[in-house]
């Protein structure tokens, strides 16, 4: 079933794989994360008084920063004509946290899977460096694809939890 590694040649040299005879279509990706803090952090942050300033802010642009630069960060990655960026932050005062989620779409020829991880890890990251002044032990966690569409490989739905 596996189709192999695409991204090695068959003598295992690293390539980046060609995509020039795939077809142009419209591709979208969505992925989540979580970041878990302290009460003191948190209330902090929640209420855009974070020690660095408004670290919802701050975090959301560098996510949507972050996707658009992906093939930077990633070796193999293909740099992509990023056509949507949406990148949401919503507390979650129940468990201490903020879920983070993206959404990344383009008209391409390979998918945006990792620009949508790559979306919300640069967010989450953001946070940690927005709030540790207030908490040392932030934890970043569950960094996930939620869905994916378009392209050869077809669609894909996480199961829910």
Do not use: W
Not at 55 to 64: D, F, S
Not at 85 to 113: C, M, N, Q, W, Y
């Amino acid at each position: 079933m596996s189709k192999g590694l695409t991204h090695q040649d068959e003598t295992g040299r690293v390539r980046m794989v060609d995509v020039g005879d795939k077809p142009v279509t419209t591709r979208t990706a969505r992925a989540e994360a979580r970041v878990r803090m302290s009460s003191e952090a948190y209330t902090a942050i929640a209420q855009g008084q974070g020690p660095k300033g408004n670290a919802l802010q701050t975090a959301e642009l560098a996510g949507i920063m972050g996707a658009k630069r992906t093939s930077d960060l990633i070796p193999l990655c293909h740099p992509l004509p990023v056509t949507k960026v949406k990148l949401a932050i919503d507390p979650e005062p129940d468990t201490l946290s903020f879920h983070i989620s993206s959404e990344v779409r383009t008209d391409g020829k390979t998918g945006v899977e990792m620009e949508a991880l790559t979306a919300c890890s640069v967010a989450a990251l953001t946070l940690y460096d927005m709030a540790k002044a207030l908490d040392k032990a932030i934890e970043i966690e569950t960094v996930r694809l939620v869905a994916k569409s378009g392209g050869q490989s077809g669609d894909y739905q996480r199961a829910p939890a």
